[in-house]
């Protein structure tokens, strides 16, 4: 074995952990930004105006929630900019649950400024509703501007709802959430042209040019100059597609200076391969083996267009990234022990993890949910982990009971989940979880998990969904 790749090898297995401050740090400077905005409306005299007429309490109800608005939606764009450390202490699901919490905030504040100060104007100007907005919208300075910025945003806050999610593939959901960057910036004009809270005292100007400054930097440097450096550096391309099962393929990568990609096992990157139509729309795939230095394997089941493209590819396609992301790493481990919970495709970065992570002879189980024989992914690779490093495997076959959500299969079902887990696992409260599978199946191993005695900083999943 080379130095390089000994020394990378070394590396991966003392993986930088995710401090718990962090997480503090980060929901922390959120509030704070939040009551900041507060009290810079109180100090240009919101306050005092809420009290002298029925006007002016319209008008600077709608200056509060404009400036909350503008203050979320930069804290939406943040949310969405990978900056790596806010990543590895959230992961990627609960910054989506979040970035869609503080998305609907940010234009039901709006609706709620555009509706009050345009009800505040009218009154004071004595003049028709409707004809006030025109004026508005026609007259100030960015308003034009801020009017295609707010319909950018209320397009994005409409595909993010559940029942729109469910109607568009990812990668066009993915697309529309990228208008968010295009409304914040559309808004900023009428912030500077007409906004007299943006520009009331030299604070109130610092914060928010502030504010803008980190969030496009944010943007800048995670969303666009990392990848691009990155994709620059190591050139990825397909080395060989395996078929794995009948609709499974594992896809080889081969690049330059691969030990140096700051990647682990149990991470994603989004991928866009560079052959057909519809390219250049990314799709999350996990790396399915530990990275070694030379090459990556990510593994794709066919679940629509987006996944079905992997196995249509050819060796030499070239291979573009974003990532690595996923906090489903032995940087959130707490003890030596290890239990991994995996259901269909949710193999792929536990097998990965399996593979990287170390652990003594019998301190990790690994239970692998499948419909059937057919459908158990890696088994061959994990029986050879078991054999070698003494990994205990509990493959869960068969369908699920429909009387009770359960993770386990029908033939359980007269026994409670955690009772069946204390059974198989008698110190599963001194082991690590890590699960990672389909929404509701996730829910009932970590419910499970709970209520057997593991406690809540030793229990990491990843839920596939957006």
């Known amino acids: 074995m080379s130095t390089t790749l000994a020394a990378y090898r070394a590396a991966v297995r003392r993986p930088r952990p995710v401090r718990a401050w962090w997480r503090d740090a980060a929901g922390l400077t959120a509030w704070l930004s939040l009551l900041f905005v507060v009290a810079l409306w109180v100090s240009g005299r919101g306050l005092q105006d809420l009290g002298t007429s029925p006007e002016a309490f319209l008008t600077s109800t709608g200056r509060l929630t404009g400036l909350l608005s503008a203050d979320l939606l930069l804290l939406q764009v943040l949310l969405m900019a990978r900056i790596p450390w806010v990543e590895r202490t959230y992961g990627q699901d609960e910054l989506a649950r979040r970035h869609r919490l503080t998305g609907f905030g940010s234009i039901t504040h709006l609706a709620a400024h555009v509706v009050l100060i345009s009800l505040g104007y009218a009154a004071t100007d004595r003049s028709g509703l409707l004809g006030e907005v025109w004026l508005l919208v026609t007259t100030y300075p960015g308003m034009l501007l801020a009017t295609a910025g707010t319909a950018a945003l209320a397009m994005v806050a409409v595909t993010s709802v559940r029942a729109a999610r469910q109607r568009l593939r990812y990668e066009s959901w993915h697309l529309l959430q990228l208008y968010a960057y295009l409304g914040a910036g559309l ?68 690049g330059r200076h691969l030990d140096r990609l700051p990647a682990v096992a149990g991470q994603f990157f989004i991928w866009r391969f560079v052959s057909g139509p519809g390219w250049t729309r990314g799709k999350p795939f996990s790396l399915s083996a530990a990275p ?99 990994v205990r495997i509990h493959y869960l076959l068969g369908r699920r009971s429909h009387d009770r959500v359960s993770w386990l299969p029908a033939n359980y079902a007269p026994v409670p989940d955690d009772q069946v887990l204390r059974h198989l696992v008698p110190d599963i409260a001194e082991h690590d979880v890590y699960v990672c599978g389909p929404g509701a199946w996730t829910e009932a191993v970590l419910d499970s998990a709970r209520r057997a005695g593991v406690p809540a900083d030793r229990v990491h999943s990843e839920r596939f969904g957006w």
């Open 187 to 254: 808004a900023l004009p009428h912030q500077l042209w007409t906004g007299a809270d943006f520009a009331a005292s030299p604070v109130a100007t610092v914060f928010w040019w502030t504010a803008y400054a980190a969030a496009v930097g944010a943007v800048l440097v995670f969303r666009v100059g990392q990848p691009l450096w990155l994709n620059a550096r190591h050139r990825l391309v397909v080395e060989q597609v395996v078929r794995e099962g009948p609709d499974v393929v594992s896809v080889y990568l081969r």
């Open 292 to 390: 070694d230095g030379t090459r990556l394997r990510i593994t794709a089941k066919d679940l629509g267009p987006g996944s079905r493209r992997p196995a249509t590819l050819k060796p030499g396609t070239r291979a573009l990234f974003e990532g690595p992301y996923g906090r489903l790493t032995g940087t959130v481990r707490k003890g030596p022990k290890l239990a991994m919970f995996a259901s269909g495709i949710g193999i792929t970065p536990l097998r990965a993890l399996l593979a990287e992570l170390p652990y003594g002879a019998g301190d990790a189980v690994l239970f692998h949910r499948a419909r059937m024989q057919a459908d158990l992914l890696f088994r061959r690779e994990l029986e050879d982990l078991a054999a070698r490093r003494s």
